[in-house]
């Protein structure tokens, strides 16, 4: 049934389903990771990688190979410190020490955790943590020197907030922890681009980029997760802001205050929107491909779920994603160049504010922060070009290029259609099929309808037609 509501889904949605046939057929990777001589070690890091995040595997195995491996263990370090942050089985006081210590661990080789909970999604790492230990000791340097000054910070950080057991309180703490658990995250991964020369040196001087790059994705994922959190009993969402919509925060999932909990929503997503221009600015600084890929698919996701989120109740309900056939578009547009990666933003903030509604409280912030993000993609990439514009004023004939664009649109349409009324002749053709090899009469039907009776006959007229044709299956 799932397969089948799959397919009805992808015939509706047809530019859906070829932005995945496009990206499995016809992407080719900037770089491809050679595994012909992986250590073992090396191998398994990959490994646990893919298990404690696919998607976020298959960009990591895109970038320069110089990167590639620093990168990776950047990640599963940082990954093993959210699996302790994460994990509701370990007593608080543990939690705290292992959070604040676990930078040390980096220089023990040998070091693995096997105390996490049996049910914890990526207890698997830190079982076999000393695989990751081995291969950190043999990256350069400089790229070691980053990571070390990254994971004690992020450490200190999530230990603090692990032993606040009323949440987050104000926006000055959603903040200072958004920061901690991914504002370093960004400040790390520019260091790591700017030492291996991928990224322009400016970026160090601009931490509030850095910072933006971070805090956008991690609030746009506590903003989707508010229910899962809320199941583990755990709230990220700053009482400043809910507290001027609900009196307690369990209102927010009762379908009682469902206008004040979307309220509620939509001043969350106000609040990340404020990073989208920084991230959009800080994206232009990058000098090699994969790093551009690396750095703007995530954030190409992050605005795509903002517009799926705001003012959507089911966000109260369960966990809401985007489709996999606009995760697919959205990398083909992210993969390519600014121009298009700032397009596909312009399109995601005009579905906020097509949803904004006049009822919200901050339907003005929401429009002017909308109308912010949109004039600073058109200062760097008009919408309209100047000269077409000239000559379509003193009625001269457009670009030829521009009537070659819309042209090749009309053409598109055409075979999007024609695919379409294939598909569903296919599926009817089998369903008829299906209905003749059980014995179907579609010779009564026939007659019928020639006779100009198009609807089902009465039980009498039924029997007349059982008894005349002697067909045992009616």
Not at 111 to 116: A, I, L, P, T, V
Request: hydrophobic share 40%.
């Amino acid at each position: 049934m799932a397969s089948l509501s799959n397919l009805l889904y992808y015939i509706l949605h047809y530019n859906e389903f070829k932005a995945i046939v496009q990206w499995k057929l016809w992407h080719t990777p900037v770089h491809v990771r050679d595994d012909t001589d992986e250590r073992i070690s090396l191998y398994q890091c990959f490994h646990y990688l893919e298990k404690t995040s696919r998607s976020f595997a298959a960009v990591i195995y895109e970038l320069n190979p110089e990167l590639l491996v620093p990168i990776t263990l950047f990640y599963l370090v940082l990954r093993g410190l959210d699996t302790i942050e994460d994990d509701m089985t370990l007593p608080l006081e543990e939690k705290d020490r292992l959070l604040r210590e676990f930078h040390t661990n980096l220089d023990k080789s040998g070091w693995n955790f096997k105390g996490s909970g049996p049910t914890e999604r990526d207890r698997e790492l830190l079982v076999h943590f000393d695989v990751v230990v081995e291969e950190f000791g043999r990256i350069k340097p400089a790229y070691q020197a980053i990571i070390k000054d990254i994971t004690p910070r992020m450490g200190n950080g999530m230990a603090d907030f692990a032993n606040n057991a009323n949440g987050v309180n104000t926006i000055k703490e959603y903040n200072l922890y958004c920061h901690y658990v991914a504002g370093l995250v960004g400040e790390g991964l520019t260091r790591l681009f700017v030492e291996s020369e991928m990224a322009n040196p400016a970026l160090l001087e601009r931490p509030h980029l850095q910072e933006s790059m971070g805090q956008f994705l991690q609030k746009t994922n506590i903003i989707r997760d508010v229910r899962e959190d809320w199941d583990d009993k755990r709230r990220f969402w700053p009482k400043e802001i809910w507290s001027k919509h609900v009196d307690q925060f369990d209102d927010l999932f009762d379908q009682k205050h469902e206008q004040a909990a979307l309220n509620c929503s939509s001043e969350m997503v106000l609040n990340a929107l404020d990073h989208a221009d920084q991230c959009l600015y800080y994206l232009a600084a990058m000098k090699e491909q994969s790093v551009f890929n690396f750095a703007a698919i995530p954030q190409s996701m992050a605005i795509a779920t903002l517009a799926l989120v705001f003012r959507n109740p089911l966000i109260f309900q369960r966990n809401v994603k985007i489709t996999r056939g606009q995760a697919c578009q959205l990398m083909i547009d992210s993969s390519q160049n600014l121009p298009t990666l700032y397009e596909a933003f312009r399109k995601c903030v005009r579905d906020i504010h097509r949803k904004n509604t006049p009822k919200d409280p901050n339907f003005l912030k929401i429009s002017i922060q909308c109308g912010k993000i949109e004039q600073f993609i058109e200062s760097v990439f008009p919408s309209q070009d100047p000269k077409e514009l000239a000559r379509k004023a003193l009625g001269e004939p457009v670009d030829s290029k521009k009537r070659a664009e819309e042209a090749e649109v009309r053409s598109e349409l055409i075979r999007m259609m024609g695919s379409m009324i294939l598909v569903l002749l296919f599926i009817s053709a089998v369903m008829l099929g299906v209905a003749y090899m059980a014995g179907a009469r579609f010779d009564i039907a026939l007659s019928q309808i020639m006779k100009g009776k198009l609807m089902p006959p009465g039980p009498p007229e039924a029997e007349e037609l059982r008894q005349k044709y002697k067909h045992s299956e009616l």
